[in-house]
């Protein structure tokens, strides 16, 4: 525990995180209460709001959650939990409804039935989207809008979690940084939803903020992490020199969109490959001296700024129009399959410590994500972990804990501010841990590394870099050049008490005795 603070008890769970599986799991506890921990204000800072392509789930005709689960299981490529993913798509269809419920806007066409996207690796159109292009916008409007109106929720925003409390093996609270000082909630359960760690990569599709603060969280809580090397890198991230890259959804591929070099040549005969596969022959062109486009205009061509206003929009804002020009992409780091070990009720090796969406690893998505199973794992698992929990919670009757602060909105969003260390960890990571890996790169990383893990940007870029050291095979989203074989399918396991070094001065041997 740190030294002075204010003590509160929380009166319920502390959700640390406020997209869309923090706050599915805050209304699905509803009438129970719980406190919403915001790093930021609320709304902002959060990959949910980022999300393009939309949620997956077999709500067509001619689809079914075997077909979902299927396709889900052959882009984990033999590190998907299969139960785990019959569950989770099996979920799919009434978790749209969930949503409409809570006031989503799904896209419908004239007959009112819903507007189904094709995206890559899936073989039925089962990507459901809301306002074209803004699906995560339009998901994380929904959520915040209706846990504004629950009083069982309080909503503590600029008030990133510092650390869990666990006393004897178990969960006793969580402190936190708010804006009346630090605070130590007091609670017998905490759920992570602090989304991924894109934000530890020079190139990423995500807000800079996210550098897997959840992650270093539950690893000095004592938690188990899993298969932190699992980094998707989204293929077409638009080029144009912005911090973080706008993201062109793979909806753009599905509606018959191709990658080319700059003489036109197809960099790869299927543009809706998996990801990872995409991303490694655009690696390939880029090592080699080429630039790589997405070329939008034979198809969608003039629809394009009706299908992908935003899209459209950034496009314009950086001199290009979609209809005419070839778009500029490189891989950027996109979404984190890795992440704390938990089972389908987000219960982590630490007993009162949960997570849910992309900070937890769940067994949903393996060694490469299939497209838009993101956000139904969120909203699914987020209402799982609540409903769990609502089992054995007795709130206090007073309701949950409240500040001054909560719903201040200020100028106190130093957590996203340009760091010169953080700035030196991202361009580290991205050398040492990115599309393609080798063991010099990864002991190089580690090397460079060992000062920052004080930090906890530090230590999750360690982990990381560790974890793809260990994994001596190349499957799904890792690759490495000096083992490009697949080995026996198996699962990186990374904890404190495995790595007690982490808690001091690390040893020289530690990355070879690994």
């Known amino acids: 525990m740190s030294g002075a603070r204010i003590e509160v008890v ?3 769970p502390v959700i640390v995180g406020g997209g869309l599986a923090g706050l599915s799991c805050a209304i699905e506890l509803a009438p129970a209460p719980c406190v919403v921990l915001s790093a930021g204000a609320l709304s902002t800072g959060t990959s949910t709001g980022w999300a393009q392509g939309g949620v997956a789930a077999a709500v067509g005709p001619d689809d079914s959650p075997a077909e979902h689960a299927a396709e889900t299981l052959a882009a984990g490529a033999g590190l998907c939990e299969p139960d785990v993913v019959r569950a989770i798509t099996a979920a799919g269809p009434e978790a749209i409804e969930w949503l409409a419920r809570q006031g989503t806007r799904w896209d419908r066409g004239a007959d009112g039935s819903l507007g189904l996207g094709l995206e890559g690796a899936h073989g039925r159109r089962r ?16 959520v915040v809008d209706k846990a504004r109106t629950l009083p069982s929720i309080a909503l503590w925003d600029h008030s990133p ?23 130590l909630l007091r609670t017998d359960a905490v759920v992570l939803t602090t989304g991924g760690i894109g934000g530890l990569y020079s190139h990423t599709t995500n807000p800079l903020s996210s550098r897997g603060q ?28 912005i911090d973080p890259m706008p993201l062109v959804s793979e909806a753009v591929r599905g509606e018959g969109a191709i990658i ?21 022959a655009e690696w390939a062109q880029l090592q080699a001296g080429h630039r790589v486009f997405l070329d939008a205009r034979a198809a969608p061509g003039a629809r394009f700024g009706q299908l992908f206003p ?55 998505h393996g060694a490469n994500r299939l497209a838009s199973n993101s956000l139904l794992e969120a909203v699914v698992c987020g209402r799982w972990v609540a409903r769990g929990l609502a089992a054995t919670q007795h709130g206090d009757d007073a309701g949950p804990a409240r500040h001054a602060a909560s719903g201040r909105h200020g100028t106190r969003d ?21 599309v393609l890996r080798d063991a010099d790169g990864l002991q190089r990383t580690l090397n460079e590394l060992r000062p920052h893990l004080s930090d906890d940007t530090g230590l999750v870029g360690y982990l990381v870099a560790l974890a793809a050291l260990r994994r001596t095979e190349s499957r799904g989203a890792h690759s490495r050049t000096d083992h490009p074989a697949m080995d026996e399918p198996r699962h990186t ?18 990355v070879g005795a690994a």
């Not at 270093?216 to 020199?241: C, I, K």
């Not at 080319?260 to 197809?266: D, L, M, S, T």
């Not at 938990?342 to 219960?347: C, E, F, I, Q, S």
Request: proline residues 7%; aromatic residues 4%.
């Open 214 to 241: 959840g992650l270093a969280l539950a690893f000095r809580a004592g938690a188990v992490l899993r298969d932190l090397e699992m980094v998707q890198f989204h293929p077409t991230a638009l080029d144009v020199a």
């Open 493 to 510: 396991l990374l904890c404190l008490a495995d790595l007690p070094e982490l808690t001091g001065p690390v040893a020289p041997d530690l």
């Open 127 to 142: 990507i459901v989207h809301a306002g074209g292009d803004g699906t995560g916008a339009e998901l994380l409007r929904t």
């Open 260 to 280: 080319v070099n700059e003489r036109g040549e197809w960099v790869l005969a299927d543009p809706l490959s998996a990801r990872d596969v995409v991303s490694r």
């Open 10 to 12: 929380a009166g319920g």
């Open 414 to 434: 130093g957590w996203a501010a340009p760091d010169p260390k953080v700035d030196r960890i991202r361009r580290l990571v991205t050398a040492g841990v990115g």
């Open 310 to 364: 935003s899209i459209a929009a950034t496009a314009h804002a950086a001199g290009l129009d979609p209809t005419k020009d070839l778009l500029p992409v490189r891989p950027a780091a996109h979404y984190h399959m890795g992440g704390v070990a938990v089972d389908l009720a987000g219960r982590s090796t630490v007993p009162g410590l949960f997570a849910a969406g992309e900070v937890a690893s769940t067994g949903l």
């Open 161 to 183: 979690a510092t650390s869990i409390v666990v006393e004897h093996g178990r969960v006793l609270g969580v402190e936190a940084d708010t804006p009346d000082g630090p605070v």
